[in-house]
């Protein structure tokens, strides 16, 4: 479980998160939504623990986030940030096998070897196991960035917008991949996500923040409104839901909206 | 094919580079039990090569574990500032502690070289603008800065001649009794090689080094202390050596990725050929005289470093 309680983040003297405390539920998938400079990427980054917060604290199955040790913490929460620079040329396999090294501290052994043979064809990844990274398309780097996220084995997965600059296709493929770590090894994931609609269709659970506060918190049945998300993206939204899921339809405003604007 | 072939040529370089000299040596002598063809092999040929060695490893491990904490494929000791660093402290050990000897210049140069390290990182990485050209230009000022400090600091005390004399990379000095202290590089190769992984992490950059349970400060520390031992050693035996970490690390990469746990032996002996190649080419070129490495390793590096400029390029 991962608990936040009173978090409060400021850079250079302005506040990007205030008063936050949350709880995230185990082995589900929470997105967190909102819009830009709402503090979603700050949020999983003090999770991520690669900010510190100003004040507050954050528990880790119940133990403040700030006691444990990098190495210990590295086997609790695995973190995918997107790479722009990234520009070491390793191989697809070599890379994932980087994600065991919280576990092997280097030296890798059967169970390390599995493990990274479970990942990478978790995410059908393995006829790309000797590709370089640098030669890879954009959805691929992402799949094998996953899949070493995913090889170390952690209860919490952490995701800064992983469908960035993805093609459908491969948006699709990952929100997948998410919902089947967490259905079948139960695994908690967070991501933060601009899509509503794949939040939406793809999420337990859904956070909106809005400047540096929580908006809403709940369930995707009870939060995705059309209200609720008018009054979170200042856009006018319709929500049709078909047995196959949700479509929140934001694209050109209601006959009665245009009236309301022009008059 | 490459992989297999490296290590013939390696041992084909160091077996021609002991019979290379001014005094003529063959394995007939050798066989026949010459003491005095056992005494060049023994107080000067065999000392060469084994300094050429461990120069050649050092210095590329040198680059890439350089390249890796700075994410930048542009730089090694000569580009960095650490070199000239290095220059700075021996120069200052001459003239504050003269009688201290060969040690005490090597803490020195270690010391400054090492402070100045950490000072281009940490420079580095306070960077706004991220540009792959921009760092190395950075640490070319930097270590022009460095550098006129210590000639000035040379011209001040009329060492200047006899600074650069000793500073261009020359392995003709090397003989039995002189050079022990290049030794101190094992070490440092074996400490690299157990921290392969970490290195090759630190590449990843800070987030994701945190991520995966690595202290990145005391590793990329670690990383530079490393550097600087191998820089301060290399510059007080056979003086400043340029672009071998350069490019040996670059062109190894281009072939067999970043994986150091994976490259480190080849990057070591191909650092190490090159060193020994050069240091042959030196040695034949005027016949009977020599031209120091420096020169013939700065001419052929900075051929194969323009190469390597236009091959990725394209």
């Not at chain 2, 050990?93 to 270690?110: K, S």
């Not at chain 2, 101190?184 to 945190?210: E, K």
Request: net charge positive.
């Amino acid at each position: 479980m991962i608990t936040l309680k009173h978090i409060h983040k400021a850079y250079a003297g302005k506040t990007v998160l205030h008063n936050v405390s949350v709880q995230f539920p185990t082995r589900q998938l929470t997105s967190l939504i909102g819009p830009n400079g709402a503090g979603k990427s700050t949020l999983l980054m003090l999770i991520a623990r690669l900010l510190k917060p100003c004040s507050g604290e954050i528990l880790i199955n119940g133990r403040n986030a700030a006691h444990y040790r990098v190495s210990e913490y590295a086997r609790q929460v695995a973190t995918l940030r997107q790479h722009p620079q990234f520009s070491l040329r390793l191989t697809l396999e070599e890379l994932v096998a980087f994600g065991r090294f919280p576990h092997s501290r280097g030296a890798l052994n059967e169970e390390d070897r599995q493990q990274i043979d479970t990942a990478i064809g978790f995410l059908g990844l393995d006829h790309l196991r000797g590709a370089y990274i640098d030669e890879l398309s954009g959805g691929q780097r992402q799949m094998a960035f996953l899949a070493m996220t995913i090889a170390q084995q952690t209860d919490y997965l952490l995701l800064d917008e992983p469908l960035n600059n993805l093609d459908m296709k491969h948006a699709v493929q990952i929100m997948r991949a998410l919902r089947r770590l967490c259905d079948e090894q139960g695994r908690t994931v967070i991501l933060v996500v601009h899509d509503i609609n794949f939040a939406a269709n793809y999420s337990d659970h859904i956070l909106a923040l809005q400047g540096g506060a929580v908006r809403f918190c709940g369930p995707v049945a009870e939060v995705v409104t059309r209200s609720r998300l008018q009054a979170l993206y200042g856009l006018d939204f319709e929500i049709l839901r078909s047995e196959r899921g949700f479509v929140c339809n934001y694209f050109n405003p209601s006959d009665q909206e245009r009236e309301h604007e022009q008059g | 094919m490459i992989r297999r072939a490296l290590p013939l040529l390696f041992v084909l370089l160091c077996s021609v580079s002991l019979l290379v000299g001014v005094k003529q040596l063959s394995w007939a002598q050798l066989f026949a039990g010459s003491t005095d063809a056992w005494l060049t092999l023994t107080a000067s040929r065999l000392p060469r090569l084994a300094a050429l060695v461990l120069a050649g490893v050092g210095l590329s491990l040198c680059g890439v574990i350089l390249q890796h904490i700075v994410r930048n494929k542009f730089v090694e000791p000569a580009t960095t500032g650490g070199l000239d660093a290095a220059k700075l402290g021996i120069l200052l050990a001459l003239t504050l502690t003269p009688e201290a000897g060969a040690l005490g210049r090597m803490l020195f140069a270690l010391v400054f070289c090492f402070a100045c390290s950490l000072l281009f990182v940490a420079i580095i990485g306070r960077l706004r603008v991220q540009h792959s050209v921009l760092v190395p230009v950075i640490g070319l000022m930097y270590g022009s800065v460095l550098s006129a400090i210590a000639e000035f600091h040379a011209y001040r005390h009329n060492i200047l001649q006899n600074m650069q004399g000793w500073l261009l990379g020359d392995f003709s000095r090397v003989v039995q009794g002189n050079y022990e202290v290049i030794y101190l590089i094992l070490p440092i190769v074996l400490l690299t090689y157990l921290y392969a992984q970490r290195f090759t992490v630190l590449g990843m950059g800070q987030d994701t080094a945190r991520n995966l349970g690595i202290n990145y400060v005391a590793t990329a520390s670690l990383g530079l202390l490393l550097v600087s031992v191998t820089v301060s050693v290399t510059v007080i035996c056979v003086g400043a050596i340029p672009f071998v970490g350069l490019v040996i690390p670059n062109l190894v990469a281009l072939q067999f990725g970043e994986n150091l746990q994976r490259t480190l032996p080849i990057i070591a002996l191909s650092g190490a050929s090159l060193l020994v190649a050069c240091d042959i080419l030196g040695r034949v070129l005027i016949y009977p005289f020599e031209v120091p490495i420096g020169l013939t390793a700065g001419g052929l590096g900075g051929v194969l470093f323009l190469a390597l400029i236009l091959w990725t390029r394209r």
